[in-house]
């Protein structure tokens, strides 16, 4: 089992930045593959971000390139999420998911464990 807690959602300026933080605990929350996702209203669970269990690999969403960072502190088994130059179309709820070490994978489906979300508005 892994449990996951998200933090430091809240409601910022267009074009600012914003850093999402994933606490994981657990028994085997050092090998798993840890990836970031997001729902606005009425729209379906995106993928927005994942990085591999060593940190080694990561992947983003194409509105997210360019803009978002994901890092990994195995240390302190947290998970990062920095947001730059946000906009409104980024304002939804933002969960962290995990999934076994095979692979970064994009679909909801493919995650095991999740949080329980924080909310991200960005104002215009």
């Known amino acids: 089992q892994v449990q996951l807690a998200e933090s430091g959602g809240g409601l910022v300026q267009a074009g600012e930045s914003l850093q999402l933080s994933c606490a994981a605990s657990?028994?085997?929350?050092?090998?798993?593959?840890l990836a970031w996702f997001r729902q606005a209203p009425g729209k379906e669970r995106e993928f927005v971000a994942g990085?591999?269990?060593?940190?080694?690999?990561?992947a983003y969403a194409d509105s997210a390139t360019g803009r978002f960072t994901i890092s990994r502190d195995s240390s302190k088994n947290t998970v990062y999420l920095h947001m730059s130059s946000l906009n409104s179309d980024d304002t939804a709820v933002y969960y962290c998911?995990?999934?076994?070490?095979?692979?970064?994978?994009?679909?909801?489906?493919?995650?095991?464990?999740w949080g329980q979300g924080t909310q991200v508005t960005v104002s215009s």
């Open positions: 998911a995990a999934r076994p070490p095979l692979g970064l994978r994009t679909q909801p489906t493919e995650y095991d464990f």
């Open positions: 657990g028994r085997t929350v050092s090998s798993v593959t």
């Open positions: 990085i591999s269990w060593s940190g080694g690999r990561t």
